[in-house]
């Protein structure tokens, strides 16, 4: 299976997330499933990547030409995609992906996130979308969804679109659950 990952690529990110990201990113790699993700070298991607790599998994990394300038790609991806612009890049990760994992992150994940979201929802594709929250960082995301939906603005089948995963191991039953389904 290839599992895309949307995540932070800032080096700020603190040791917790970045400890049950790699985590996340060993049981992956040890199960033989594919980390597809934005090829970064820092933060929370890396931690991934690392993750996948201590496993033995495969990394294939997707980036911009762009991006080069002031984030080069990991060293570490078994296949590197050049795109030429970022939306080019968004599509690339959510397609070449059976299922989805957003981690922490910043505008660039919500980004990601919810164009996936978004698409699923519009029945573009029925693929798994888990958020992994292991220290809370998506309740105040999920709050307000569900404010959005106590005023109306999202159907209440939004809540069915994705599930919260406080572990690896809950992302990774959800994932093969949802593929044994279909």
Excluded at 14 to 26: C, P, Q
Excluded at 66 to 87: A, K, R, T, V
Excluded at 88 to 104: C, N, Q, S, T, W
Aim: net charge negative; proline share 3%; aromatic share 10%.
């Amino acid at each position: 299976m290839n599992v895309t990952l949307y995540g932070a690529s800032s080096g700020r990110t603190g040791a917790e997330y970045k400890d049950r990201v790699r985590e996340l990113g060993e049981l992956i790699g040890s199960h033989g499933h594919t980390l597809v993700y934005g090829a970064g070298r820092a933060g929370l991607m890396a931690a991934a990547a690392e993750g996948v790599r201590s496993a033995g998994g495969r990394l294939i990394g997707v980036t911009t030409v762009f991006m080069h300038e002031f984030e080069p790609p990991y060293d570490g991806c078994d296949e590197l995609i050049y795109c030429q612009s970022m939306s080019e890049r968004k599509e690339k990760l959510k397609d070449m992906g059976d299922a989805i994992v957003a981690v922490p992150g910043g505008i660039g994940t919500l980004d990601e996130l919810f164009g996936a979201l978004t698409e699923r929802l519009l029945r573009r594709h029925d693929k798994p979308i888990a958020l992994f929250d292991p220290c809370g960082f998506w309740d105040g995301t999920v709050s307000e969804l569900h404010k959005m939906y106590g005023s109306g603005f999202v159907a209440e089948r939004t809540f069915g679109l994705f599930r919260v995963c406080r572990t690896p191991a809950e992302v990774l039953s959800y994932f093969e659950e949802e593929s044994q389904a279909e």
